[in-house]
T-cell receptor, first 115, second 111 residues
Framework: DTGVSQNPRHKITKRGQNVTFRCDPI?????LYWYRQTLGQGPEFLTY????????KSRLLSDRFSAERPKGSFSTLEIQRTEQGDSAMYLC?????????????FGPGTRLLVL | SQKIEQNSEALNIQEGKTATLTCNYT??????LQWYRQDPGRGPVFLLL?????KEKRKERLKVTFDTTLKQSLFHITASQPADSATYLC??????????FGTGTRLLVSP
């Protein structure tokens, strides 16, 4: 399978703990995105990388959230001091960047539950 | 304020009929618009992309229209099947890299 993969698929944690999620994009894609989705809503943009550079961050991405893509391949999203409001599905997507084309391909998501 | 609106109520249709889903937006000038399918507990799956200078796009049983004057896109599934039951999301690209999604419309196709 050469699609976007995410690990873990599910994470249950206690409030105040730190969690880290990993995303492996489609291998030839240089762009990587993180989104968050809560029940009944569409995905909301969190942040975007082109290669290893983080080029945009949403206001939703508080100081407790940090994302990295150190070698321009896989990415990690860390949430420090988790809160119950962080419970959501965290989605990763990737795309290549031919001019005029921006189809994003999504992974299966990591579902986070903060108790 | 900027908004993307999709019917929040589920759309129930019978197998074989055409399903039509609506996406309306305000205060956006999208370079293109995309439709995704999402099954419960899964990530969105890309279906179709239509650019601002295109009126219509087709792929197999799927058809998308894009009216930048009305600020509306319609998504059609012809000869619908129970396997088409899912949530359908529209998403806008506004010239920047992120996608802005609607809340999605749940489609239920009954045998």
């Amino acid at each position: 399978d050469t699609g976007v993969s995410q690990n873990p698929r599910h994470k249950i944690t206690k409030r105040g703990q730190n969690v880290t999620f990993r995303c492996d994009p489609i291998s030839e894609h240089n762009r990587l995105y993180w989104y968050r989705q809560t029940l009944g809503q569409g995905p909301e943009f969190l942040t975007y990388f082109q290669n290893e550079a983080q080029l945009e961050k949403s206001r939703l991405l508080s100081d407790r959230f940090s994302a990295e893509r150190p070698k321009g391949s896989f990415s990690t999203l860390e949430i420090q001091r988790t809160e119950q409001g962080d419970s959501a599905m965290y989605l990763c997507a990737s795309s290549s960047s031919p001019r005029g084309q921006e189809t994003q391909y999504f992974g299966p998501g990591t579902r986070l539950l903060v108790l | 304020s900027q908004k993307i609106e999709q019917n929040s109520e589920a759309l129930n249709i019978q197998e074989g009929k055409t399903a039509t889903l609506t996406c309306n937006y305000t205060n956006y000038s999208p370079a293109y618009l995309q439709w995704y399918r999402q099954d419960p507990g899964r990530g969105p799956v890309f279906l179709l992309l239509i650019r601002e200078n295109e009126k219509e796009k087709r792929k197999e049983r799927l058809k998308v229209t894009f009216d930048t004057t009305l600020k509306q896109s319609l998504f059609h599934i012809t000869a619908s099947q129970p396997a088409d039951s899912a949530t359908y999301l529209c998403a806008l690209n506004t010239g920047f890299q992120k996608l802005v999604f609607g809340t999605g419309t749940r489609l239920l196709v009954s045998p």
